[in-house]
């Protein structure tokens, strides 16, 4: 297939041109044996544990930006949401919705980084769908995703132990990285050198705490809403307050000088490569030492604890000792990040 053509209806139609399309195009990126039997289900093997299913769509803008792209994205996302359960991610879907003129060149672009990322991650495309939509209807294109791994008995966070005032909060990286280079780039901001995301897959990093820290009672991907949303999730959820140090937050210097140009806080940026994990204090420094030793971890640091203050809320110290509370915003900072 010409690699200079652009994606037609036709190609959509089930027809000569969407056989092209799947055989020449998708395939040779994704082959293994299981989406080879191109059935209208893939059958598939499962180890023995519990099963987690999750799945996303991916509307990012632009469709390319430093440290990645809608491909990796979508890949990282699924792979790292079922990492956040304790699960083994095994296989995906994945499903295209593209507009009509994409180019085929961009096509096969995020293609081969969604082959990568799925290498890196240890997972297996095994079955899709692809449908063509008229000009104006899909913003070039769109990626759902469904994602199937399988929980071990001893990574079962759902019947683990609950948290308790005193559970330590780490955080595996730097803050907003994603968030401020899909913004950087989207305005074409002339950042030199340019901000880069940190998606990337993360079920080797959640392989690393789970080894050291074996007493972990939760763990979250603080991609949408970022930090802050999360951490007022958990404070609901379990009831206690959590306080946080600003002095420990990891966050780059460049990003913190975008925010702070864009009016933007940190805290309620995405991420797409770091997650924050509770764990009981005596397992703290193992779960630190385990997280840094990694090469996504190097910047790993305990941000805060829970606490018992009444009013299970989210709080953060300042520097000269000063406290604000951090809460959930109604709207979204950055549209389209993810």
């Not at 055989?23 to 209208?40: A, C």
């Not at 509307?59 to 790292?80: E, M, Q, S, W, Y």
Request: proline fraction near 7%; include cysteine; hydrophobic fraction near 45%.
């Amino acid at each position: 297939m010409d690699k200079s053509s652009r994606i037609l209806l036709a190609h959509g139609s089930g027809g000569l041109l969407y056989r092209r399309l799947v055989e020449e195009v998708l395939l040779p990126y994704f082959t293994n044996p299981i989406l080879s039997q191109l059935g209208d289900a893939a059958l598939c093997d499962l180890p023995s544990g519990r099963l987690a299913l999750t799945c996303d769509s991916f509307v990012v803008k632009p469709l390319f930006f430093p440290g990645g792209d809608i491909g990796r994205l979508a890949v990282c996302g699924t792979v790292n949401d079922l990492a956040m359960s304790g699960a083994r991610p095994l296989y995906l879907t994945l499903g295209l919705i593209i507009e009509e003129g994409f180019l085929m060149a961009d096509l096969q672009r995020i293609c081969a980084s969604i082959a990568q990322a799925a290498q890196e991650a240890g997972v297996s495309i095994i079955t899709g769908d692809t449908k063509v939509v008229g000009k104006g209807q899909a913003d070039g294109i769109f990626i759902n995703t469904a994602g199937v791994g399988v929980v071990a008995s001893q990574r079962d966070l759902s019947r683990g132990p609950q948290v308790q005032p005193g559970d330590k909060v780490l955080l595996t990286g730097s803050l907003a990285q994603h968030g401020m280079a899909v913004m950087a780039a989207r305005e074409e901001l002339a950042i030199d050198p340019p901000l880069v995301s940190d998606v990337a897959p993360l079920p080797s990093l959640t392989d690393a705490i789970f080894k050291a820290a074996p007493g972990i009672k939760l763990l979250r991907d603080p991609t949408r809403g970022g930090v802050a949303a999360t951490l007022s999730e958990w404070a609901e959820s379990t009831g206690l307050s959590i306080c946080l140090e600003e002095a420990a937050l990891p966050l780059e210097r460049p990003v913190a000088a975008l925010c702070e140009l864009l009016g933007l806080d940190p805290l309620y940026v995405a991420n797409e490569g770091k997650f924050l994990a509770a764990v009981p204090p005596k397992e703290e420094k193992a779960a630190l030492a385990a997280l840094r030793a990694h090469p996504l971890g190097r910047q790993a640091a305990c941000i805060g604890a829970f606490t018992d203050e009444p009013g299970a809320k989210v709080s953060i110290t300042t520097p000269y000792g000063g406290r604000r509370l951090v809460g959930m915003i109604s709207g979204e900072q950055l549209p389209r990040i993810c």
